[in-house]
């Protein structure tokens, strides 16, 4: 059970928390939710109301964690208008633990400054609303965005196995190996990945795997591959 949580406490709701119960659901005073803090767990609880604010009295909390068994990051290549937004969407409503976005030389949309927090803030929120909509108790962590060579400097996590997936790869992600422990996944943007780039991504520990003889757009390639890694090695 959460720190400082206990069944007869009240908390209030978020303002867009509250907004969706009342009026995109029409809730009532007495209704029936279910609550959860992006953490794991959640607490089922009842409406009540003070003055404009929207409260909830807990109930009673189960440690429900409906995250995938195998973590999956999901390193995304900046893809051009708001692609972005869908990829985060359903990236987390398939469960990936983290969602990194780059900037590669071939990505079209350049963040920086103010822009970019602001555009990290609503990626945040689509991963939030997301886990609402689909039942996931827990809000993968949205990284910073980083240049791709910022990026591939980085640590890889112990029994992390780490794939790029690549249209012309020789083996395919059937062909691999149960990873031991969590899965990166880095996907291109549109025009993939420079001759240069994909050296130092090879160099930093990723192994080529395709998914099969189709070129999949880049809003379309990292969803798929998350499924069917799922399906070879997770929960589906």
Known sequence: MPDGLAPGATVELPAEAAHHAMRVLRLNEGDPVMLFDGRGGEWFARLVRSGPAVRAVLETFTPADRAPALAVTLVQALPAADKMDWIVQKATELGVAAIQPVAAKRSVVRLSGERMERRGRHWQQIAVAACEQCGMNRVPAMAPLLDLPQYLATTAPHNDIRLFLAPDAERSLKDMS?????????????????????????????????????????ETAGIAAISAMLALWGDF
């Open 178 to 218: 149960p990873p031991q422990g969590a899965a990166t996944l880095l996907i291109g943007p549109e025009g993939g990945f420079e001759e240069g780039e994909a050296r130092a991504i090879a160099a930093a520990g990723f192994v080529p795997v395709s998914l099969g003889p189709r070129v999949l757009r880049t």
